[in-house]
Each structure stands twice: as structure tokens, then as C-alpha cells.
């Protein structure tokens, strides 16, 4: 109880000295819920949303598919029990650098992209995302450019994630 205690105070102060491990988990758990979050915001969470968040998931993450499904449906339920994005950003600016920060939000570009169309909604979430995450505007076009460009041809998803932050 102490421990906890300890660690929540920590958090809020941002003691910079304290040990933070280093735990996948919690930014793929950040990161897929903010996908969980732009495929659902259009209020209509189709199959190739979803089929596209499950590729994304396995192959960024490198996760077999029970384990991204998984993953996925924590995402949901932390997604749907959110307050705001801050809950989500937080965790992802804490334990990615500029590079893996940069690839969530081209990720979620990927995601707004899935169903054909971009929603205002989705838009609006990534350029926020993107301000809560450090990532400018003018990567955050680019990002989005990119984006558009691969629907046209398709990349491998093979790419490596980036690294947390040791």
C-alpha cells in the first residue's frame, strides 16, 4: 500500500530521479486505445477498422493475434472508461521518444484513413493527440500526407516501433 501510494506521488510530482520501468504494456495499451478512439469517433466502427487496427497492432507491436486482440479489447474498455486523451498521451510522452511519438500519430492517421474517409471528428482528435504529444504541425501534415499516399500503395507494416524511452 505504501509503494502505491509512493509511486502515485511520484507521478504527480514527475520526480525525474525515480526508477520508471520500462513496461510495453502500458504505451501499446495507450496507443491502441487512441486508435480504438479515432476508429470509433465517426460513431461507426467498421470491419476495416477493425481489421485495420488488428494489423496494426500485431505488426507495430510484434504481437501474435490472440495477443493484439487482447490488447484490443483492454484498449475498448480503457477507451470507453477515459475521461479525456490526456489519460492516454500522458504515458505515451513519458515513455516514447519524438520518433515513436511521430509514429503513433502517423498511425493514427493510418487509422482515420481505414474506412476511406476522414471525419472532421478524426481530424480534430489527431491534431489534438498531436499538440498533447509535442509532435508539430507540419510533421503532423506530413504525417497525414503519408497517410493519404498509402492508401494509394500500400507499405509493409513491418517497420520496427520505436523504443521506449530507457
Same mark, same amino acid.
Given at each position: 500500500? /505504501?509503494?502505491?501510494?509512493?509511486?502515485?506521488?511520484?507521478? /504527480?510530482?514527475?520526480?525525474? =530521479?525515480?526508477?520508471?520501468?520500462?513496461? +510495453?504494456? *502500458? !504505451? #501499446?495499451?495507450? +496507443?491502441? $486505445? @487512441?486508435?480504438?478512439?479515432?476508429?470509433?469517433?465517426?460513431?461507426? &466502427? *467498421?470491419?476495416?477498422?477493425? $481489421?485495420?487496427?488488428? /494489423?496494426?497492432?500485431?505488426?507495430? &507491436?510484434? @504481437?501474435?493475434? *490472440?495477443?493484439?486482440? $487482447? /490488447?484490443?479489447?483492454? +484498449?475498448? #474498455?480503457?477507451?470507453?472508461?477515459?475521461?479525456?486523451? !490526456?489519460?492516454?498521451?500522458?504515458?505515451?510522452k513519458r515513455r516514447l521518444d519524438e520518433d515513436g511519438?511521430?509514429?503513433?500519430?502517423? %498511425? %493514427?492517421?493510418? %487509422? $482515420?484513413?481505414?474506412?476511406?474517409?476522414?471525419?472532421?471528428?478524426?481530424? =480534430?482528435?489527431?491534431?489534438?493527440?498531436?499538440?498533447?504529444?509535442?509532435?508539430?504541425?507540419?510533421?503532423?501534415?506530413?504525417?497525414?500526407?503519408?497517410?493519404?499516399?498509402?492508401?494509394?500503395?500500400?507499405?509493409?507494416?513491418d517497420g520496427p516501433w520505436s523504443r521506449p524511452k530507457?
Amino acid at each position: 500500500m /505504501l509503494d502505491a501510494l509512493r509511486s502515485f506521488i511520484t507521478e /504527480l510530482t514527475g520526480d525525474a =530521479n525515480a526508477p520508471k520501468p520500462v513496461e +510495453a504494456a *502500458d !504505451y #501499446q495499451l495507450a +496507443a491502441a $486505445a @487512441l486508435l480504438v478512439n479515432i476508429a470509433s469517433i465517426d460513431g461507426d &466502427f *467498421d470491419d476495416n477498422e477493425k $481489421a485495420r487496427i488488428q /494489423l496494426l497492432v500485431e505488426t507495430r &507491436f510484434g @504481437l501474435p493475434p *490472440d495477443e493484439a486482440r $487482447a /490488447l484490443i479489447q483492454q +484498449a475498448c #474498455q480503457n477507451e470507453r472508461e477515459a475521461v479525456d486523451l !490526456y489519460h492516454f498521451t500522458s504515458v505515451l510522452k513519458r515513455r516514447l521518444d519524438e520518433d515513436g511519438r511521430k509514429q503513433v500519430i502517423g %498511425m %493514427m492517421w493510418d %487509422m $482515420a484513413h481505414a474506412d476511406g474517409t476522414v471525419h472532421e471528428f478524426e481530424e =480534430n482528435v489527431v491534431w489534438r493527440v498531436a499538440e498533447l504529444l509535442g509532435v508539430s504541425t507540419r510533421e503532423r501534415v506530413e504525417l497525414r500526407r503519408e497517410a493519404r499516399e498509402a492508401l494509394e500503395n500500400p507499405p509493409p507494416l513491418d517497420g520496427p516501433w520505436s523504443r521506449p524511452k530507457e
